[in-house]
């Protein structure tokens, strides 16, 4: 409507606020007593966890003074000449350090799990009471507050913005203060063991530390800007994926993946930009972190050198591990601390300004007067509305309507019929004036119980995806089969749902798309009547029904208005970016090298103090400090290289496993789309999570895989060179991490599974609800669907408390891995040295080498589950990628001829439905159509189902349609719907401006704005649309809800008209038309001409001047002719014509 128009626009115009975010502490509003005792006890075991890695360095500190001190073994005669402790009492030593390292890691096995497991389980208590609370929220606004929002962009962002809140409030708030804890711990070692050492040291961190905060924030801004890219593709998804039958008629398939991929190549921008950031970050890090190693070490052997009391390579040890893994910690820590501080804090500003928001009109409130009976007595006193500044739909309006009164509101397009009606159900209040029920101003009623007594059957109405039973059911709490049955036979609706071979429990499909307008219609009035309302409104409610359905439901009426998959395959897709694959591969080898060549140099630094001639001590300082600073250099480079060509190559892919998968959906069968698992909200959620999840583990994951793989590698090589017994000793207990690993994974990937089947089936319940927001408000079903919205959360949390002991203890178990790694290292290798079959060097090398492996393997476990996840979506998305339609709606083959006569053809067809195979809709029928045929009869006879295989949205499964002598199974399909337009009973509009939504008849060309007029006018819409500011520029809504039902529908009638079809299609194109019906049937008239024009309609003086009329039952002709022919056969039509006569 123009008021809706306008009153939104000035919405829109408002100056947007800048993003802001809450208290950190509001985040855990949501928590209740168990969830604050689990937190604190997940953050006091982070804060232990977190003091496991300084203490180790203290224990290698001294560790490292007994190897190279000479009293171990002699392997340095000066050394052990001057040793003052005996060989078994440094012995005994060696075993208590190696006891402390045991000691270690079983305080990291527990508190590890405590940490991940108790965090992952609050977070997931949490998430599902914040979701509940949203969604509830949601329901709970205003129409108007849904007048102006994009729903599609509101339905992706419940999921994005949720799962950030879970992330960031689980186990990775524990992981900020496990890393906040090493850095304290560590530097009050540093400081105590020695200050000097630790102050030089420290000097770099504010370089780390800012270098990582600098990049974090921008990788923050970017992850912000390409979320908002990806909201508005999904917004675009759902709104086609909604139309489906409207986009494959008008053959817009490319248009709209070009409209789709628009955005993509928004997201894709962003996320290079990204990826070179979020690496470059990293780069930095290393780059100091191993400019800090060279610096410490050049520093500290200088204090040693000097003399400088208390100071040993093993007090070099210790101060420098502590110190720049505290620094390397903070720096850990600022990418969590800035993304809990911005990310996770804007998200939960997103979510928690919905929850905290207020409604004027509060559905959900428990105040307001509840009457106990009420009679239905209303009462306009004064009314009027405003829709926009300086305008009025009502004004004044006065008008009483006593109970049991039928009254029926007349007048033009935007005269404000709607507007009472909505109204008088409290989805608007009044500007002025009030409106009463029974004597009482309705704005006293709790409006919940007051909404009750009303009930809405319109012109377009909408239907659940669930079974005619449980649609039925939405009328009323409490119904029973008995009452469902009655009121489906008041609606004149038992008859065909008892010929289904489910009977009741027939799903209806998508938005009843499995039932014909009819069927709809009168399913819908069931749902009305079992209620037995004390207002009931009906909005041109019969306008699909046929006469004698229209008989019986309008009797009723006047009754009741009384009291897996390899991840090669994605990269197979990912050809043309091989050279960036390859540049970025080489970039992560390079990297992959610096771990191992750390571990020599770091070795042979330890050990260089069994040689006591300061001049080469000195010497070799200065060079391994060199070697240092080089490493880091390497890495800075190697970093920002696979950024640039991973992001690229990785953000390319993820764009194109959108762009395939979305034009995959585009171009399946429409039975396809009847299937329940393909619902809507289903295929959104599939774009979104699927492809998500793959490009987690692809781009610059494999980067970090291969980087990994290198290190691991050349690790084990360096490791067997320099002590094979003690690596195949490290080697061996590294197989039971492993274990650990691949029960992980395969765990993860059955919760990832699960969680997939949860989140489509509550995505269906949520984009369902939203979407048809009115139907959800008029039929008061808010709580039910909060409570199927709910029971689906519910499964998906059970999963996430049986991952939580599984993500728990594998952490816990690979993180104390490492510190049972170095005591059994430690004790062989002190047996191997006293032995003379390994040198203290050779020992620090293959620990250093084995432990930088053992990191490398805990970072690919970390990534494991994201790479289960990833095959998980690939399985999903091959499996859609690879399915070929029937209808191939996109080959290039068959035929084209050059002229199209129009004339057609049904030789013999018969069909049933793919969902309902044991029923037939048409039985062996046989017409010819040359120029102009109308199809009349009952609902279900097979009117639109003959219209749904013209179009080929289906195939006969006997016979053949024909086109100009040619089987349609032989015609191109693209080429075959271009010759045909089509305007049905309910229009379909997409959310752009009026000119944009006439020129998707002709997606050939850019329309020129006087073609869009010219046909405007011919379907008596030009004026109306001259009268709005905008013009033809003015924006309709989603799905076109800032138009009235019969706007629309002229819209649709200049929409087909510009395509200049040779075959036109009218599936009740005029039901709207009550007062321009004489015009808009004029317009029709003469868009037929030279054409063959197919009409199905109820309304039977619209085809009175058919060429040919045929009635269909059950799907076969009972009888054809013109008008005067069937009115003399005194059959079926007669009975139909008087029916409607007498009416």
Known sequence: MQENYQRNRKLQELPKVRQQVVRPIEIFCFADGLDIILMILGLLASLVNGACLPVMSLILGEMSDSLISGCLVKTNTTNYRNCTQSQKKVNEDMIVLILYYVGIGVTALVFGYIQISFGVITAARQTKRIQKQFFHSILSQDISWFDSCDIGELNTRMTDDINKINDDIGDKIALLFQNMSTFSVGLAIGLVKGWKLTLVTLSTSPLIIASTAMFSRIVISLSSKELNAYSKAGAVAEEVLSSIRTVIAFGSQEKEIQRYTQNLKDAKKV????????????????????GTYGLAFWYGTSLILSGEPDYTIGTLLAVFISVIHSSYCIGAAAPSFETFTIIARGATFNIFHIIGKKPAIDKFSTTGYKLECIEGNVEFKNVSFRGFPGGAILKGLNLRIKSGETVALVGPNGSGKSTAVQLLQRLYDPDDGFITVDGNDIRTLNVQHYREHFRVVSQEPVLFGTTINNNIRYGRDGVTDEDIEKAAKDANAYDFIMEFPMKFNTLVGEKGAQMSGGQKQRIAMARALVRNPKILILDEATSALDTESKSVVQAALEKTSLPEVSLLKIFKLNKSEWPSVVLGTLASVLNGTVHPVFSIIFAKIVTMFENDDKTTLKHDAEIYSMIFVILGII???????????????????????????????????????????????????????????????????????????????????????????????????????ALTGMIEMAAMTGFANKDKQELKHAGKIATEAVENIRTTVSLTREKAFGQMYGEM??????????????????????????????AACFRFGTYLIQAGRMTPEGMFIVFTAIAYGAMAIGETLVLAPEYWRAKSGAAHLFALLEKKPTVDSYSQEWKKPDICEGNIEFREVSFFCPCCPDVLILHSLSLSIEKGIAFVGSSGCGKSTSVQLLQRFYDPVKEQVLFDGVDAKELNVQWLRSQIAIVSQEPVLFNCSIAENIAYGDNSCVVPLNEIKEVANAANIHSFIESLPEKYNTQVGLKGTQLSGSQKQRLAIARALLRKPKILLLDEATSAHNESEKVAQHALDKASKGRTCLVVAHRLSMIQSADLIVVLHNGKIKEQGTHQELLRNRDIYFKLVSAQSVQ
Not at 271 to 290: E, P
Not at 714 to 732: A, H, P, R
Not at 794 to 819: D, E, P
């Open 793 to 822: 959360l519910q499964t998906q949390h059970r999963n996430t408390l049986k991952k939580a002991q599984i993500i728990g203890i594998c952490y816990a178990f690979s993180h104390a891995f490492v510190y049972f790694a170095y």
């Open 271 to 290: 996320g290079m930009k990204k990826a070179i950031a979020s690496k470059l970050s990293l780069g930095a890090v290393y780059f100091f972190m191993n």
């Open 635 to 737: 890495c800075f480079v190697s970093y920002f290289i696979q950024g640039l060509f991973y992001g690229r190559a990785g953000e390319i892919l993820t764009m194109r496993l959108r762009h395939l998968a979305f034009k995959a959906m585009l171009y399946q069968d429409i039975s396809w789309f009847d299937d329940k698992e393909n619902s809507t909200g289903a295929l959104t959620t599939i774009l979104a999570i699927d492809t998500a999840q793959i490009q987690g583990a692809t781009g610059s994951r494999v980067g970090v895989l291969t980087q990994n793989a290198t290190n691991m590698g050349l690790s084990v090589i360096i490791s067997f060179i320099y002590g094979w017994e003690m690596t195949l000793l490290i080697l061996s207990i590294a197989l039971v991490l």
